[in-house]
């Protein structure tokens, strides 16, 4: 049984057509509802980790803990005006939020997330072609960045548009090379090897062992994706005032701010899917949420600890970063999975 | 088939639909902070403007809506002073983007392709790759000349 099904059962006196647009609209509903607390409780984990790494106390005034400082947060960028500035391109200008945040939920409802104990398998959509559909809808993303910088017609943004998609596409390369390394492996073991989830079926021995220069890079590639403070200098706040971002208030700009967590989240849910076994396990208990979860949370944190302890590098020692070092590797990675899986049989 | 996407459709509908009623609904203010009021409305949207002090307080002129310059006076940015070195990046990408697509329905029979369409791929691979080793050699790459 899956959640599908069971939302199916309930709805089915209502005849075959009703029932399933009932069916898919409710359970696109719990899906928006369930990723967006989860990008919630992530800005929540990471002000309290960054104001323990920093020695400070972090928020704890609204609600115990301060477990209720994001809504309040929420609710003040709701009650902002943004400000529409006098230069801006009108159709673009509005656009771009949403263009971002959109493109990360429907990456989010494209991924498998295993089972979960009596609800069966927790997933929305099963692609025959996910991987490559996952890695074109990621590719929204920076769509979003790009029209906002350049509709709003201020020289930080520019810049700072400039800066993030020369970011964005030079570690795109190496990424999909490394993704192309994982279907060459999963080709010998699944007839449907472009599937997310028989990709992820497969992985008995996760592909992290068997490819670490894979996960270095596909690790990198991410942190890149995901724009924080190795990689941010599509944002740098003391030379550009915050990049692409810069003429955007209100909701507007919380739209980016949730799409940049969201992007972390996504990346450590992608990581811990390819690299990590997934929501594989020892127990065969439907536990393969909480499995998938705890792997996630693990990379979160480690992705979080790399934010608050480097330092910005500059621009063009990024893009040699990309094409000069982890570009060779990942290709070196592909030879090596090709010849490890026609030879040895790994 | 078509049902494994139906959920995706959903999301996308659901999820821009409920940014345009949000964006419609939130105060986004213009012109409305500096222009003089010319006459009294009594539409229920105008009542609740008013009733939030949504104008208010108005501001003198509409310098408030300057782009953002770090508090010099702004001036609208031509954008036409584009290193070029973005250029070589977005040429490289351009490349490389089309040489992954190509790639992937190799990957997904790699098994039985078996030997020999790999050493062919590797030699595909390797042209690419050489243009990124001229790029480097040539000095297209380096940003601070």
């Keep these: 049984?899956?959640?599908?099904?069971?939302?199916?059962?309930?709805?089915?006196?209502?005849?075959?057509?009703?029932?399933?647009?009932?069916?898919?609209?409710?359970?696109?509903?719990?899906?928006?509802?369930?990723?967006?607390?989860?990008?919630?409780?992530?800005?929540?984990?990471?002000?309290?980790?960054?104001?323990?790494?920093?020695?400070?106390?972090?928020?704890?005034?609204?609600?115990?803990?301060?477990?209720?400082?994001?809504?309040?947060?929420?609710?003040?960028?709701?009650?902002?005006?943004?400000?529409?500035?006098?230069?801006?391109?009108?159709?673009?200008?509005?656009?771009?939020?949403?263009?971002?945040?959109?493109?990360?939920?429907?990456?989010?409802?494209?991924?498998?997330?295993?089972?979960?104990?009596?609800?069966?398998?927790?997933?929305?959509?099963?692609?025959?072609?996910?991987?490559?559909?996952?890695?074109?809808?990621?590719?929204?993303?920076?769509?979003?960045?790009?029209?906002?910088?350049?509709?709003?017609?201020?020289?930080?943004?520019?810049?700072?548009?400039?800066?993030?998609?020369?970011?964005?596409?030079?570690?795109?390369?190496?990424?999909?090379?490394?993704?192309?390394?994982?279907?060459?492996?999963?080709?010998?073991?699944?007839?449907?090897?472009?599937?997310?989830?028989?990709?992820?079926?497969?992985?008995?021995?996760?592909?992290?062992?068997?490819?670490?220069?894979?996960?270095?890079?596909?690790?990198?590639?991410?942190?890149?994706?995901?724009?924080?403070?190795?990689?941010?200098?599509?944002?740098?706040?003391?030379?550009?005032?915050?990049?692409?971002?810069?003429?955007?208030?209100?909701?507007?700009?919380?739209?980016?701010?949730?799409?940049?967590?969201?992007?972390?989240?996504?990346?450590s849910f992608i990581i811990s899917l390819f690299y990590l076994g997934g929501y594989n396990g020892p127990y065969e208990w439907n536990l393969g949420l909480i499995y998938l979860l705890i792997k996630t949370v693990i990379v979160v944190v480690i992705s979080f600890t790399v934010w608050l302890s480097m330092p910005r590098i500059r621009i063009d020692k990024f893009v040699n970063l990309g094409w000069k070092y982890l570009f060779p590797i990942s290709v070196f990675n592909l030879v090596l999975a090709g010849f490890l899986t026609l030879y040895l049989g790994w | 088939m078509l049902s494994d996407y139906i959920a995706v459709g959903f999301v996308l509908i659901l999820l821009i639909a409920a940014m345009v009623a949000l964006f419609s609904i939130l105060p986004s203010l213009g012109p409305v902070r500096y222009e003089k009021r010319k006459h009294i409305s009594f539409k229920f949207t105008d009542i609740v403007k008013r009733l939030a002090y949504e104008s208010e307080p108005p501001v003198k002129d509409s310098s408030y809506l300057e782009p953002y310059e770090s508090g010099e006076i702004a001036k609208k940015y031509k954008g036409n002073f584009i290193s070029i070195q973005y250029y070589v990046v977005l040429l490289l990408f351009l490349l490389f983007d089309i040489d992954m697509l190509l790639l992937f329905p190799w990957a997904f029979n790699f098994k039985t392709l078996g030997f020999y369409p790999f050493i062919e791929t590797l030699i595909f691979l390797a042209m690419p790759v050489f243009v990124v080793y001229y790029a480097f050699k040539e000095k297209y790459m380096e940003w601070l000349k």
């Design chain 1, 1 to 267: 049984m899956s959640l599908l099904a069971r939302t199916y059962n309930i709805f089915s006196f209502l005849g075959y057509y009703a029932d399933t647009f009932l069916t898919y609209l409710i359970d696109s509903i719990i899906f928006l509802l369930a990723a967006a607390i989860a990008i919630i409780l992530t800005i929540y984990f990471f002000r309290k980790y960054m104001a323990r790494v920093q020695l400070r106390i972090g928020p704890n005034r609204v609600g115990k803990f301060g477990t209720l400082q994001l809504i309040a947060d929420a609710l003040k960028l709701m009650g902002k005006e943004s400000i529409l500035p006098k230069e801006r391109d009108d159709f673009p200008y509005k656009v771009a939020p949403i263009l971002v945040f959109a493109g990360l939920m429907v990456a989010f409802s494209l991924l498998p997330f295993g089972s979960f104990f009596w609800v069966g398998n927790v997933v929305i959509s099963n692609s025959e072609v996910g991987i490559i559909l996952l890695f074109a809808v990621l590719a929204i993303m920076p769509i979003g960045e790009m029209l906002a910088g350049i509709s709003s017609h201020n020289k930080y943004a520019l810049t700072g548009a400039l800066r993030s998609v020369a970011k964005d596409i030079s570690f795109e390369v190496p990424m999909m090379i490394s993704v192309l390394a994982i279907v060459v492996m999963a080709s010998a073991r699944t007839p449907s090897s472009l599937t997310i989830g028989s990709v992820v079926s497969t992985e008995i021995l996760p592909y992290g062992i068997l490819q670490p220069l894979g996960l270095f890079v596909f690790y990198i590639a991410m942190i890149a994706r995901a724009s924080y403070t190795p990689f941010d200098m599509g944002e740098s706040e003391s030379e550009l005032v915050s990049g692409y971002s810069t003429e955007y208030s209100g909701m507007r700009f919380g739209l980016f701010y949730v799409g940049m967590f969201g992007s972390i989240l996504l990346g």
